[in-house]
Structure formats: structure tokens, C-alpha cells
């Protein structure tokens, strides 16, 4: 079945930089375009970033703009989410699924892995 396996979240202070990574399985990887999705405490789950099948395509929020990075690796499965200059903001459980724009597998979530930016 679909999986995704979210790793790399922290605590760290504002100004400071994580690096998520995601493992998904149970479809063809290679074709399918990414994204990362975050859930602040209280709030609905939002994009952050996407990423095409082939890595040429890229799409940001706005707050991400110029702050986050998206990467994958087909060879095995992982899409990375560099994140620099972090503000207390975008403390939060971050996610990734398949799609660009919106989930693909939306039925099917891993259990995130949580960011806090705090002094």
C-alpha cells in the first residue's frame, strides 16, 4: 500500500536550518510529482513546496519563497525539503504525499515529522 515515511524534524531556533526527508512506497515513485504539506497546531494542513516527476518543475508557497528548497531522489524513493532561515512560524508537522499542487493519495498520509522553531 501507499507509505510515507517523513524523518529529519526538530527544535531549533529562529534564523536556524532542517533539512526533512520523505521514503515513500507502494507506487511508481519516478512518476509522480511530490510536495511537502505542514500542519501548524491548530490550523489546516497547507502546501509548502512541490516537485515534478522529472525535477524540473518546482512550486513554492509564498512564505517558502526564497527560504525552502525541494529535492528528490528516484534512485530510492526520497523527496528532501531543505529549509533555511526558519521562523517561528513554520513551526508545525510537516508532511509529504505525491502531486504538485495537491495530494494525490490524499486518504493517505504518514505521520509527519515535527518542526519547532523556538528560541
Known amino acids: 500500500q501507499v507509505q510515507f515515511v517523513e524523518s529529519g524534524g526538530a527544535l531549533v531556533k529562529p534564523g536556524g536550518s532542517l533539512r526533512l526527508s520523505c521514503e515513500a512506497s507502494?507506487?511508481?515513485?519516478?512518476?509522480?510529482?511530490m510536495s511537502w504539506y505542514r500542519q501548524a497546531p491548530g490550523k489546516g494542513r497547507e502546501l509548502v513546496a512541490g516537485?515534478?516527476?522529472?525535477?524540473?518543475?518546482?512550486n513554492f508557497a509564498d512564505f517558502a519563497h526564497g527560504r525552502f528548497t525541494i529535492s528528490r531522489w528516484n534512485d530510492n524513493n526520497t523527496v528532501h525539503l531543505q529549509m533555511d532561515a526558519l521562523k517561528p512560524d513554520d513551526t508545525g508537522t510537516y508532511f509529504c504525499?505525491?502531486?504538485?499542487?495537491?495530494?494525490?493519495?490524499?486518504?493517505?498520509w504518514g505521520k509527519g515529522t515535527q518542526v519547532t522553531v523556538s528560541s
Open positions: 507502494g507506487f511508481a515513485f519516478n512518476k509522480n510529482d
Open positions: 504525499n505525491a502531486g504538485y499542487y495537491r495530494p494525490t493519495f490524499g486518504d493517505d
Open positions: 516537485i515534478s516527476a522529472d525535477s524540473f518543475g518546482r
